[in-house]
Nanobody
Framework: VQLQASGGGTAQAGGSLRLSCEAS????????MGWFRRAPGKEREFVAA????????LYAESVEGRFTISKDNARDTVYLHMNRLIPADTAVYYC?????????????????WGQGTEVTVSS
């Protein structure tokens, strides 16, 4: 199983970026997918997740209302739409594929991880 994340880059505060994560080697549509991030000097933290049905996504409080997770099963791709970016969103973002079909915030539930894509938000 491989997860290829892309779309990171530099944005100004208030701007937007869209991250993509393409999965291969697995029936992607059957499992929950998540996004996590690790800011400089901090632990990895949950950002967003979506179950296999694509209903009731989960969001970290810090991104609720600004970020949206979505997926395209036909393309085996999950997206993270990031709007109204703030400098605190600066981090390396990782996509992950769960062992469960139900979305969860716990990183130990995710077996497969992408390589990470870096996001920098300037003030």
């Amino acid at each position: 199983v491989q997860l290829q994340a892309s779309g990171g880059g530099t944005a100004q505060a208030g701007g937007s970026l869209r991250l993509s994560c393409e999965a291969s080697g697995r029936r992607f549509s059957l499992y929950a997918m998540g996004w996590f991030r690790r800011a400089p000097g901090k632990e990895r933290e949950f950002v967003a997740a979506m179950g296999w049905r694509g209903k009731t996504p989960l969001y970290a409080e810090s991104v609720e209302g600004r970020f949206t997770i979505s997926k395209d099963n036909a393309r085996d791709t999950v997206y993270l739409h990031m709007n109204r970016l703030i400098p605190a969103d600066t981090a390396v973002y990782y996509c992950a594929s769960s062992t469960s079909s139900v979305a969860t915030t716990m990183d130990r539930s995710y077996k497969y991880w992408g390589q990470g894509t870096e996001v920098t938000v300037s003030s």
